[in-house]
């Protein structure tokens, strides 16, 4: 947090985020906090002793990348838990136009 105003937090990595998640929390507790939990977080941090907090508590919301990522998480934790999937289908290609672009 560099102190200018903010409209919502998206933190992603939640231990190595943890300060910044904090300082927001405490400076707009009424703003969106939203959590993107990464692999590390989901299939390491939280099944280890906490050494320090998380800020899954903090969050209004938390992402995770796969349906699975969900069964990782505590009961409390999975009720503000959404999925948003890191893939899209492929798009097809287009042929390279012969003609050169003109940028102004």
Do not use: N
């Not at 508590?57 to 999925?83: F, N, P």
């Amino acid at each position: 947090m560099d102190g200018r105003p903010a409209d919502l937090m998206l933190a992603l990595h939640a231990r190595r985020s943890f300060a910044s998640i904090r300082a927001f929390a405490d400076r707009f507790p009424t703003r969106p906090l939203l959590l993107a939990l990464t692999g590390t977080d989901l299939y390491r941090d939280i099944h280890e002793k906490p050494r320090r907090p998380a800020g899954t508590g903090l969050a209004h919301r938390i992402i995770v990348l796969q349906e699975r990522g969900v069964d990782e998480l505590a009961a409390h934790l999975a009720a503000k838990t959404r999925v948003i999937y890191q893939s899209a289908p492929d798009i097809a290609r287009q042929a390279l136009s012969k003609t050169p672009s003109r940028c102004w």
